[in-house]
């Protein structure tokens, strides 16, 4: 069986952990800037020149680590990501529940009415055995039969779909055939603030496990801004 995957890409970012750091320390009207180092010579550098490296400091270090230990939240907002996923739509609903310091924009079948694409999971997990009313306990004995039912709507969902706009339905009433599995596109810009709370609430061992996985893929997406900040928040 096909599986596609989730897609995440960041398309532009702004600010840096020093942002983060001089946002807090704007309170008592100072500024930090990054230290160089000298960590060498670089081959490929002229003869004698000290390859050098800029970082933070050890005290904005420990400031960023303060500010993340004791919930000072907004500094880490200043600091913005923006990327472009791709996920099915039952786990985008889930995505878009976070609002709070975020901004989307998702492909609109109004608009679009190419070929859709479909989720296929790599495997059908079995009901909770605790008593649980949410989640799963491991994989179904039945794989077959779900697969098969599950590509068989898909192609009854593709071809219902094409045969409707063949026939003048327009695009807007003839999407709600479409089901959940479908694959959707959005792009979101929120705050570093914003990323970490979507990652550490979907990451949890309680989160549904594809939610888990894009939730993952996601923070490798975004740690690379700012990552002693972002090593911090989460």
Known sequence: MTTLQFEITLIDSMGSDLAVVNAARV???????????????????PPCEPHTVKRLNTKDKKLIKYLAEHGHWTPFSQVQYQVRIKAPIFVARQWFKHIVGITRNEVSRRYVDTTPEFYEPKSWRAKPTDGAKQGSSGDAESQYFPNKYLKEIHENAITCYEKMLAQGICPEQARMILPQSMM???????????AARIYKQRTDSHAQVEIQELANQFGECIEGIAPISWGCLT
């Open 27 to 45: 309170s008592f009207n100072k500024r930090s800037e990054y230290e160089t180092i000298e960590v060498g010579y670089d081959e490929d550098s």
């Open 184 to 194: 959707t596109e959005w792009v979101e810009t929120g705050s570093l603030a914003a």
